[in-house]
């Protein structure tokens, strides 16, 4: 961040859990709380007059949910990374935090340093996971080896192949970049590979590329 503070807002409709996790932070050198809010509408509207560079989000909420809360940052506000700070980790809560463009799924569990450093990572734009969330996401998303890929997911790899970034392969397939995300992790996860370049090299090697 070059020495800025990182802006944060926090969005959580329980008072007391806000108020708390405000005071964890509050005494952090480099990080700024820039505003609070109580739903995901009231979230919006600060996402709107502070541009933050990390929105911390609770995943059900009254008025407008975590998960459509998120989906509007990231299509409105991208360069506003999203962590989503829940209690739930079942499998289709993560999924859905996942794929509305979260780019960190943690527990309300999460010690103050672990939450400082993940606010950190956000920033970068690194994806953060709580370990258990983690872990249920690998499980959910594990296949076979040489499962084979679906339509969409031969169209998502041939487009990183052709060095395309998420939101150049959004618009030439006409899907969010949310959904890109999401094919791309169920692409690792059946190729057995952590990255984009080791997706391609082994897609050659398999013979699902052709170039």
Do not use: C, W
């Not at 999401?182 to 990255?195: E, P, Q, S």
């Amino acid at each position: 961040m070059n020495g800025e503070k990182i802006r944060i807002i926090v969005v959580d409709d329980h008072t007391v859990m806000r108020a708390g996790v405000v005071a964890l932070l509050a005494s952090e050198p480099t990080i700024e709380i820039v505003g609070e809010a109580e739903n995901g509408v009231a979230a919006l509207e600060l996402v709107d007059r502070h541009t933050p560079d990390v929105a911390l989000i609770d995943l059900r909420m009254p008025v407008l949910d975590g998960v459509e809360t998120t989906t509007r940052i990231a299509a409105t506000h991208p360069r506003t990374r999203v962590l989503i700070l829940t209690t739930y980790d079942t499998d289709a809560e993560i999924e859905r935090g996942v794929e509305a463009g979260a780019i960190g799924y943690l527990l309300k569990d999460t010690s103050r340093d672990q939450l400082v450093d993940a606010i950190h990572a956000a920033s970068r734009g690194e994806t953060v996971l709580a370990p258990r969330v983690a872990e249920k996401l690998v499980a959910r998303m594990r296949q076979p080896a040489h499962v084979p890929l679906t339509a969409r997911e031969s169209d998502v790899l041939s487009a990183v192949a052709d060095g395309l970034t998420n939101a150049e392969i959004g618009t030439r397939l006409v899907i969010a970049e949310a959904t890109v995300k999401t094919h791309l992790l169920r692409l690792f996860a059946k190729l057995d590979v952590n990255d984009r370049t080791h997706a391609v090299v082994v897609a050659l090697e398999r013979g699902l590329l052709r170039r």
